[in-house]
Nanobody
Framework: QVQLVESGGGLVQPGGSVRLSCAAS????????MSWYRQAPGKEREFVAL????????TYADSVKGRFTMSRDNAKNTVYLQMNSLKPEDTAVYYC?????????WGQGTQVTVSS
């Protein structure tokens, strides 16, 4: 069955770094555009970054541009989100998403807490 499993979250100090991973299985990963979203307590889920399937082109939300980097490894069916210069406002549950044509899948999320 289709699975997206996020990992790498945790507690990190302001200014620190963390790398999230999302391991995919059960579908043709290389065909799918992959995205990261996040949801902070009491807020709506928001877009963070995406990477296309064709040319690995990335797009970022303005709030993370220059600090976060998304990448993919089609051989490992995995996407990554390198998060640097973290701020308390980056605290959220981070979700991995995959979509291709009418198919869309979501992971269960991983918590990232930025606090001293």
């Amino acid at each position: 069955q289709v699975q997206l499993v996020e990992s790498g979250g945790g507690l990190v100090q302001p200014g620190g770094s963390v790398r999230l991973s999302c391991a995919a299985s059960g579908f043709s990963f290389s065909r799918y555009t992959m995205s990261w979203y996040r949801q902070a307590p009491g807020k709506e889920r928001e877009f963070v970054a995406l990477i296309t399937s064709v040319d690995d082109r990335t797009t970022y939300a303005d709030s993370v541009k220059g600090r976060f980097t998304m990448s993919r490894d089609n051989a490992k069916n995995t996407v990554y989100l390198q998060m640097n210069s973290l701020k308390p406002e980056d605290t959220a549950v981070y979700y991995c998403s995959a979509y291709f044509r009418i198919s869309e899948y979501w992971g269960q999320g991983t918590q990232v807490t930025v606090s001293s």
